[in-house]
Nanobody, 126 residues
Framework: VQLQAFGGGLVQAGGSLRLSCAAS????????MGWFRQAPGKEREFVAA????????YHSDSVMGRVTISRDNAKNTVYLLMNKLKPEDTAVYYC????????????????????WGQGTLVTVSS
């Protein structure tokens, strides 16, 4: 599985940005998909995840209410719409995919995800 994320850039605080991640392979609908981010000097952290059908979504507390994850299985693409961006949202955002059959309570853990994209930089200016 290859993941290619794009859509990052420079945005002012309060603005919006939509990240996209295109996945290779013909079984995209069988993957749990998600996003992590890593801010300068900080550890990587979970942002959001979405179930195979898109019926279930998960968000970190830090982005709850401001970020929406969605997917289009026909296009092999997962999206991350970010609104009301803050300078602390500045980070490299990584698209991830899990091919594991059982997710359980691990959806927010890095170890669940088998594949990682190259990352796209989001910079929020104050």
């Amino acid at each position: 599985v290859q993941l290619q994320a794009f859509g990052g850039g420079l945005v002012q605080a309060g603005g919006s940005l939509r990240l996209s991640c295109a996945a290779s392979g013909r079984t995209f609908s069988s993957y749990y998909m998600g996003w992590f981010r890593q801010a300068p000097g900080k550890e990587r952290e979970f942002v959001a995840a979405i179930s195979r059908s898109g019926s279930d979504t998960y968000h970190s507390d830090s982005v709850m209410g401001r970020v929406t994850i969605s997917r289009d299985n026909a296009k092999n693409t997962v999206y991350l719409l970010m609104n009301k961006l803050k300078p602390e949202d500045t980070a490299v955002y990584y698209c991830v995919a899990s091919t594991k059959n059982s997710v359980g309570n691990y959806v927010k853990r890095e170890a669940l995800y088998d594949y990682w994209g190259q990352g796209t930089l989001v910079t929020v200016s104050s």
